[in-house]
């Protein structure tokens, strides 16, 4: 999936996909930075997973010492460049399965608009990965789509499909939390009891905090 946002769905075509968000999706996607906002201190040292053209990142580094978004395509991150006009981040391209960072480095890492399912890299590994870079007793935060926010999800991608941002809707195998497109994109969601047994796989204790309806937050303390 991270060559699908590096080849077809990135820079421009990615911030258009947001902008184009209903009023309901744009609550959700507000109400995911505060969740995370709410986590952070003026000190801290965030990494960003999957920061694409730096919508998060920026607002996180209005309240974070420092920001680093890392995402593996080029074009987003010279928008998310060009867009902080002041420098407030560091923008790397980067996998998150191999982050070039050394161990305990960051205060808290962040994955958050369902990217631990987006990405469709071995999720298990994505979490060790970051939580090796989490500093002891410092914050890895997830997140994903509520069972109940199917129908404002489905809508938003049906709107970039219209816009063709991305291809069109796969009706018959897009369901129960999955989205498939025609041109290859594809995305489910983790249930509470899947953010339980990945919790578990990495011999970690997650808190599972349901966010606006919408969103669904496992917090895992390093």
Not at 30 to 36: D, G, K, M, S
């Given at each position: ?6 080849e ?8 258009r ?22 986590h952070?201190?003026t000190a ?5 997973l ?9 607002r996180?580094a209005e309240?974070?010492?420092?920001v ?7 074009e ?10 002041r ?6 391209e980067m996998d998150?399965?191999?982050?070039g960072?050394a ?6 890492v962040?994955c958050?608009?369902?990217?631990v399912?987006?990405f ?12 090796r870079?989490?500093?002891p007793?410092?914050?890895?935060l997830?997140s994903t ?10 809508a938003?991608f049906e709107a970039q ?5 991305i ?7 897009s ?15 983790l ?7 990945l ?8 808190t599972i ?11 895992l303390?390093?």
């Amino acid at each position: 999936m991270g060559s699908y946002y590096a080849e077809t769905l990135a820079g421009e075509r990615l911030r258009r996909c947001y902008e184009l968000a209903s009023p309901r999706v744009q609550q959700y996607l507000e109400a995911e930075i505060q969740y995370v906002l709410g986590h952070l201190r003026t000190a801290d040292a965030i990494l960003e997973l999957g920061c694409g053209y730096g919508r998060v990142a920026l607002r996180l580094a209005e309240v974070a010492g420092r920001v680093v978004g890392i995402d593996t395509a080029a074009e987003s991150l010279r928008l998310a460049r060009q867009l902080d006009t002041r420098h407030r981040c560091e923008f790397l391209e980067m996998d998150g399965l191999r982050l070039g960072f050394a161990d305990g480095l960051f205060d808290a890492v962040v994955c958050v608009q369902n990217g631990v399912c987006a990405f469709g890299v071995d999720q298990e590994a994505l979490v060790r990965e970051a939580l090796r870079v989490t500093r002891p007793g410092g914050l890895v935060l997830l997140s994903t789509y509520t069972d109940g926010f199917w129908a404002e999800r489905l809508a938003w991608f049906e709107a970039q499909a219209a816009a063709g941002l991305i291809g069109k809707i796969a009706r018959a195998e897009s369901g129960d939390g999955v989205i498939v497109t025609e041109d290859g994109f594809c995305a489910g969601r983790l249930t509470q009891d899947g953010f339980n047994v990945l919790c578990s796989a990495v011999d970690r204790k997650g808190t599972i905090t349901e966010v606006d309806g919408s969103s669904v937050f496992c917090t895992l303390v390093k």
